[in-house]
């Protein structure tokens, strides 16, 4: 996984910018570094979604992997869980319609501060009536 592009500071002197690992990003959990740490995971589903597009379901299923990896590293839950299910489903073959709520809601989840056990099962609630519908 690449790292996180982050400025270390006004880009007065024509600076390059510098990667910080997410593991360094988790141990500063400002508003800087979460919105790059969100910005990272889009990026990483619009990858698995362009994979899709091509039918290359095995980069699919890495990109739903290392999305997993991410979120539940920076305890992310609600993006995690919704990972986990997503990598679940191309495990299983899932195209279409089977996989497409949960790429939705997994962007929307990416993007939403409320985290925790009921903020994740209300997110995969969301995809069952989904998929339901």
Known sequence: ?????????????????????????????????????????????????????????????????HILALAAEQRLTSAARLAEGLAAVLRAGGRGAAIQPWIDRLRDAIGCEAEGAAAGDAWMASVMVRLAC
């Open 1 to 65: 996984m690449p790292p996180i592009m982050r400025e270390s500071g006004p880009n007065t002197k024509g600076q390059a910018r510098r990667p910080i690992p997410p593991s360094i990003l988790a141990a500063a959990p400002d508003a800087e570094a979460r919105r790059q740490v969100r910005g990272e995971l889009c990026r990483r589903l619009d990858v698995l979604e362009a994979g899709l597009g091509q039918r290359d379901g095995i980069a699919a299923r890495l990109e739903a992997q």
